[in-house]
């Protein structure tokens, strides 16, 4: 049953006021694409509760806003999480009740808290909600099932645009260094590649816990950890492992493919203060090169644990017209904030305040053309929030500080 969404006063998105310097052309931002005719800027923000999350756009252009409940806080690392969904037809004007798509599946080998103290027995856990993945080709969508540190076996797929949901058994593999990877809800969602010789390619960023059969050793061992990806070459039934991000300490990451088939992997780092760290792949997925600190995209406070952001690509075919966005402030998660680049990520021109107070996490997604859904760029925060906006509301103020 449909119900209309409980719109709370903050119906309008806080208003802009910061752009950053960029290199002007005529009054226009290089490479800024043009606004489709009646293309006025938009944006709403309502109430919305958040717990584990993520979120993506089906084909068929339905909203689907996954949530992760019943996990302990006493044990949050072995009581698992029951997937559920909130789904919108109409672009998100108005979502249907949630309903579960799955039960949690047992991981065997995951560690727990117990296992951290060095209980023997504490070699299991409950699944939680993981991220997710559209297949292009099939329309196919995979949502894992991940335990705290590693991946079970196991996913939910839909193949009918999230109406209903299969738990499923895939084939996955171990990275070099012996490590099964997980790509749990806070990495965000995989993508379909469109170019090149890996196009039709599954790709999922992930993040490598290791140690994590009962060794671990609380922040301590985050530097050993590192950020990598999953690939499905037979739709979704098998996931190989890429080759570690290049710098440890990494993960929470996300990933888009550009224009010429490069692959641009932003992540977060738990282990060290400074900016988001930047690899790009030239084979699919694989292998990274070019790691390096990215010189405008903070990553987040607390400055040396940084904090999960999201990232997405825009579907314009003849540009790379990516959205990042983050907390805004130094000192806390506070003051949600999407910047903007036009060149792939090598500059990030524009920035725009979603929404001023808590926000902490973030989750992306992009509307689908010729659908509801088309123009228009939503927004889940770890601190009960969600937007949905377009692309002339984030350059609005920037047209008017330009005049």
Known sequence: MRTA?????????????????????????????????????FCQVWDEEIPLCTLTVAKDGSVLLFKGKG??????????????????????????????????????????????KGDPKATFGMSHLGSVVV????????????GGKKSSEYVYRSRDHGKTWKLEKISIRPDKNGWIAHPNSACDPGVTLKYGKK???????????????????????????????????????????SAPFPLGGTGESGLVELRDGTIYHNSRTHFRGGNRRIAYSHDGGETWVDEHEDDELFDGPPDVYGCKAALIRLPYDDRDVLVFS????RDKRWDITVWVSFDGGETWPVKQLVKEGPGNYT?????????????????????????????????????QEKK
């Open 199 to 241: 196009k039709g390619r599954l790709l999922v960023p992930t993040r490598v816990n290791v140690e994590y059969l009962g060794k671990g050793k609380g922040r301590k061992n985050y530097g050993k950890h590192y950020a990598a990806t999953w690939y499905s070459d037979d739709r979704g039934k098998t996931w190989l492992p």
């Open 363 to 399: 989750w992306l997604a992009a509307g689908r053309k010729g659908t509801p859904s088309e123009g228009m760029i939503y927004l889940a925060a770890g601190k009960d929030w969600m937007a949905r906006f377009n692309l002339a509301w984030i350059m609005e103020n920037s047209k």
């Open 135 to 146: 297949d292009e080709v099939s329309g196919d969508i995979t949502v894992f099932a991940v």
């Open 5 to 41: 969404r409980r719109w709370s006063t903050r119906t309008l998105c806080a208003a802009a006021g910061l752009v950053a310097a960029i290199a002007l052309h005529g009054y226009a931002f290089a490479g800024e694409p043009e606004k489709p005719p009646g293309d006025k800027p």
């Open 71 to 116: 996990r302990s806080r006493r044990s949050p690392a072995d009581s698992g999480s029951t997937p559920w969904l909130k789904r919108s037809e109409d672009g998100g004007k108005t979502w249907s009740e949630e309903y579960k798509v799955g039960d949690p599946v047992r991981v065997e080998g995951n560690m727990s808290d117990a296992g951290r």
């Open 326 to 329: 983050s907390p805004g402030r």
